[in-house]
């Protein structure tokens, strides 16, 4: 018998493809609801460091999309947590595994319901693993989500993580949102 998850998860990979829009860049790889499918693909599939600068993994929700617009995340925002470039050869993926199983093991305890998804974007200027939950407004929340990422990330002090709303981040393309939110 399979060790059944509390959410079904599907994990989306997005490699900008110049004859497609971005929305049709984001392809399902996978979804999964037991641990022991969780392994199998996350075994199955290249390490984020692997990947090419430019490329995304997003862990969502089942029937969520890993983008701003999705009725589900439009009224919500993101932790995030900016790596410096050497971090991608030490940290990066470490940071990206204990990510994921804190989402399928919904760590959050009762701010789970919070939780929309992860993303870890792959970038030449630094990577970045972000955690979006679904209403930008619900502060306490949103505080203890980003207490629960910082301890059990094990996140320097020095190492500060902002929490933006998309709706911020949508008109702010290219350069980053401002802060709602820091712990
Ligand atoms: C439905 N739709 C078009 C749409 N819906 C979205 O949800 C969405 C986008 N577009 N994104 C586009 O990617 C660019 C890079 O953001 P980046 O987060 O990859 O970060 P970098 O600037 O590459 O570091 C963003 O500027 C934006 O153009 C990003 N994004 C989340």
């Not at 060790?3 to 979804?31: C, G, Y």
């Not at 499918?37 to 390490?47: K, V």
């Not at 993303?119 to 990577?127: E, F, H, I, T, Y």
Request: glycine share 6%; with cysteine; charged share 25%.
């Amino acid at each position: 018998i399979k060790h059944p998850l509390q959410n079904e998860w599907t994990m989306w990979f997005f490699k900008q493809d110049s004859t497609r829009s971005w929305e049709e860049s984001q392809i399902v790889v996978a979804s999964f609801d037991t641990v022991e499918d969780f392994w199998a693909l996350y075994n199955h599939i290249e390490l984020a460091s692997k990947l090419k600068t430019g490329c995304d993994y997003s862990l969502f929700k089942k029937g969520i999309k890993p983008m701003w617009e999705d009725t589900r995340n439009c009224a919500g925002g993101r932790w995030i947590i900016n790596l410096s470039k050497n971090q991608r050869a030490t940290e990066l993926d470490n940071f990206w595994m204990e990510m994921l199983l804190l989402l399928i093991g919904e760590a959050f305890d009762q701010d789970s319901e919070e939780v929309c998804g992860a993303v870890v974007n792959v970038r030449a200027k630094g990577d970045k693993v972000g955690v979006w939950t679904r209403d930008a407004q619900n502060a306490a929340g949103i505080l203890k989500i980003g207490d629960t990422l910082r301890r059990r990330l094990n996140i320097p002090h020095n190492i500060q993580i902002g929490y933006q709303a998309h709706t911020d981040s949508m008109v702010k393309a290219g350069s980053t949102a401002k802060n709602r939110y820091t712990v």
